[in-house]
């Protein structure tokens, strides 16, 4: 573990006097194995961050299957089967490109789940429409067949810095986004 990691590490426990919860990707994976459930990652704008910090607790093999880094529209259109339509119509940084991504993921690695990254991280590529500092986060969940709660959802987020800083607050609402939705499955009210 980096300096930088451990210091995140006691902010996250240590913020005022009330201790913290483990980090988003710890709460993710012990949530996971207990389900039995699996997960993909789809990663634009974070590059393969989000997959590095779910494999970064130990006996995440048990429940990461794998991660697809679609960095340009045809690695979307090509891994993931985003629709060209989709693209076109919304750009790769839009919650239905996300949503598509999550599911593509989700399907194409036949897994529980599907989580995926698009943004723009910067320093440049922005427009007033979509700033730097832009991100969608998409899931998307398998259900049992036959039950019809199989679904995809995305959010919508801009965070401020640099570069890196757009990239790791993007990885951790994407695992945030995640808990939660896995979360709200075990405890619907």
Sequence with gaps: MTDDQEAERDRR??????PREEPPEVILGELLAD????????????????????TDVPGSSAYFDRGYVTYA??????????????????GAVSGPVAREMAAGARDHADTTWGVSTTGIA??????PEKPV???????????PWGTEGSFTRSVRAEFSGDRDAVKRASVERALDELVRTVRELEDPD
């Design 35 to 54: 389900r039995e459930e699996t997960l993909a990652t789809a990663e634009s704008l974070t590059g393969g961050l989000v997959g590095s910090t779910v």
């Design 122 to 127: 910067g320093p440049g590529g922005g427009t």
């Design 133 to 143: 500092g832009l991100a969608y986060v998409g899931v998307a969940y398998a259900a």
């Design 13 to 18: 426990r240590d913020v005022g006097s009330e």
């Design 73 to 90: 529209y045809d690695a979307k259109r090509e891994e993931l089967g985003v629709a060209r339509e989709t693209l076109d119509e919304h």
